[in-house]
Nanobody, 128 residues
């Protein structure tokens, strides 16, 4: 059974940086998968933040974080990171990682439903 677990959330001030990690277990890492980072703030809809396709490390970002966030993976392809810089109060949310193994790319990742697995989320607070 695939399991995702996020780490690295916390409380920071505007302008600070934070790195989130998503550890994947129970999966054959040689098989490519789309990994997505999402976030949801109280009272708001879930928003896709970034994605990475593990076979070729191709990435994509939402306009709201482009240029400030970087998604990457480790060599073993069992951990995905979200490096967040120049954080803003509006970045405060619970961040989730998700895995989708149905397709050999992350095309249209932010619009997908039916992701195979989700993590439990990690909370990021950004104070002004």
């Amino acid at each position: 059974q695939v399991r995702l677990e996020e780490f690295g959330g916390g409380s920071v001030q505007a302008g600070d940086s934070l790195r989130l990690s998503c550890v994947v277990s129970g999966y054959t890492f040689s098989i490519g998968k789309c990994m997505g980072w999402f976030r949801q703030a109280p009272g708001k809809k879930r928003e896709g933040v970034a994605s990475i396709y593990t076979d070729d490390s191709s990435t994509d970002y939402s306009d709201s974080v482009k240029g400030r966030f970087t998604v990457s993976q480790n060599d073993a392809r069992d951990t995905v990171y979200l490096q967040m810089t120049n954080l803003k109060p509006e970045d405060g949310a619970t961040y989730y990682c998700a895995l989708d193994r149905r397709f050999r790319s992350c095309v249209e990742w932010s619009r997908r439903t039916g992701w195979d697995a989700w993590g439990q989320g990690t909370l990021v607070n950004v104070s002004s």
